[in-house]
């Protein structure tokens, strides 16, 4: 838990106030004036939000092996370069990548926690170019571009495997 001090215009409180209880789970902000009468001063207490993605473990529980995911990327890449299968490809590619990320030394920001992160992303442009919705696999709850999927790619690639695992 910890405190944030926000200094604004007046007219800018609500819609800062909105974006931190979007971002954080808050107490009610308390405001006061600031001490040159031009600004207010918001008060919040807020820690980070639970996360609503799947675990990994949940997400993964019946994926096939590491090793034979690798085979099927490597024999896929022929497929996703003429265009057959693209968002399967990136899918899985994004799945391998965050399970050999979570095994990594620095699972957040080491090498293969870089690769998995922008796997992930290419993965969201697909989908969002795509406009998938309740008709294609992009049928999780958090979209390719909501704020939460953008601000964690990985949590994103976690939900649509785990709906696409159920398909497959």
């Not at 800018?12 to 405001?31: D, G, H, M, N």
């Not at 096939?64 to 057959?84: F, N, Q």
Request: hydrophobic residues 35%; aromatic residues 8%.
């Amino acid at each position: 838990m910890f405190e944030i001090r926000v200094i604004c215009a007046p007219t800018e409180a609500p819609e800062i106030t909105k974006a931190l209880s979007e971002t954080f789970a808050t107490s009610a902000v308390r405001q006061r004036p600031s001490r040159d009468g031009e600004c207010v001063r918001l008060y919040v207490t807020a820690e980070q939000q639970p996360s609503h993605w799947p675990t990994p473990e949940a997400a993964y529980a019946t994926a096939p092996s590491i090793i034979s995911e690798i085979g099927w990327t490597a024999s896929g890449v022929r497929d996703c370069l003429h265009g057959i299968q693209v968002r399967e490809f990136w899918l899985r590619k994004a799945a391998l990548l965050d399970r050999i990320a979570l095994t990594d030394d620095d699972p957040v920001s080491g090498d293969a926690a870089t690769l998995a992160t922008e796997a992930a992303r290419r993965l969201m442009e697909i989908d969002h170019a795509a406009g998938l919705g309740p008709s294609g696999y992009a049928d999780g709850p958090y979209t390719p571009d909501h704020p939460d999927s953008v601000r964690e790619p990985r949590g994103y690639v976690r939900q649509e495997y785990a709906i696409w695992i159920r398909h497959h």
